[in-house]
């Protein structure tokens, strides 16, 4: 088993930066792939990034590219988003995730975190 904690959330406004941080625990040795995701109420989960655990190949979903930026930290087992330029419709709770294997699906992984909020003020 994984468990992933995110923080770094928060009440910001539009034009600002957040940085958000999701720390994993227990068997982090089966991680290869790690992502973000947000959802906002009454919507879908939407994928923001993700990063292979070892390489650092990255994707973004187009709404977030240029302003957000998924890194990792192997030896502290994080992985981080840094979110620029931030906008209201970026408001959402953001949840971190792992996945064990290989998928061509952005939506695939095994564990997830509880999230952490993100309110973006205009």
């Known amino acids: 088993q994984v468990q992933l904690v995110e923080s770094g959330g928060g009440l910001v406004q539009a034009g600002d930066s957040l940085r958000l941080s999701c720390v994993a625990s227990?068997?982090?040795?089966?991680?290869?792939?790690m992502g973000w995701f947000r959802q906002s109420p009454g919507k879908e989960r939407e994928f923001i990034a993700s990063i292979y655990w070892s390489g650092g190949s990255t994707d973004y979903a187009d709404s977030v590219k240029g302003r957000f930026t998924i890194s990792r930290d192997n030896a502290q087992n994080t992985v981080y988003l840094q979110m620029n330029s931030l906008k209201p419709e970026d408001t959402a709770r953001y949840y971190c995730a792992a996945r064990r294997q290989y998928s061509s699906d952005r939506y695939q992984y095994d564990y997830w975190g509880q999230g952490t909020q993100v309110t973006v003020s205009s």
């Open positions: 227990g068997r982090t040795f089966t991680i290869y792939f």
